[in-house]
């Protein structure tokens, strides 16, 4: 059985139950820096229990499609955000939790200079860079204490344009 999962373009509405979209959109919150800089402010919504907010450096092997998704993971102590630290667009896979386990899996395509929180909980795919060289900035909880947990699908699924 083949089931297949189409990518879509991602949108801060579209990826709202999952998390946050992190992009320039609309006119900055403030200009600073003497003129020279917008800023956007307070993109994200980081939430962490029993651990503090660290930074920390990813470099994922890219991706090609299709893509076979056969597991993903969820965090229930943090939230997660992925910062590409290039202007290529990467993967997003998120999935709904029903009752404790990951529901019919969504695909988005961020375009270049986005950046994605994941909530606290959510179940979603691996890092997924599909251009080199696949280096993110990770905001994640840092803390004792076991903050994984991983789904793999009986049938796995295929994720393509």
Not at 45 to 54: E, S, V
Request: with cysteine.
């Amino acid at each position: 059985m083949t089931r297949t999962i189409l990518i879509e373009p991602i949108t801060a509405q579209a990826f709202a139950p999952f998390g946050d979209l992190l992009d320039c959109a609309g006119d900055p919150d403030k200009i600073i820096n003497q003129g020279m800089c917008g800023r956007y402010h307070d993109r994200a919504t980081l939430d962490f229990a029993d651990g503090r907010a660290g930074i920390s450096l990813f470099r994922a092997e890219p991706r090609t499609l299709p893509l076979t998704l056969d597991l993903v993971e969820r965090h229930p102590h943090g939230s997660q955000a992925f910062v590409p630290m290039s202007l290529d667009p990467f993967l997003v896979v998120v999935a709904p939790d029903t009752g404790d386990k990951p529901g019919t899996p969504r695909a988005f395509r961020t375009e270049p200079g986005q950046a994605i929180n994941f909530h606290r909980g959510t179940w979603h795919g691996v890092l997924t860079p599909l251009h080199a060289p696949g280096l993110f900035a990770v905001v994640d909880r840092i803390g004792d204490g076991a903050n994984l947990q991983e789904h793999w699908f009986e049938t796995p699924y295929t994720v393509s344009d």
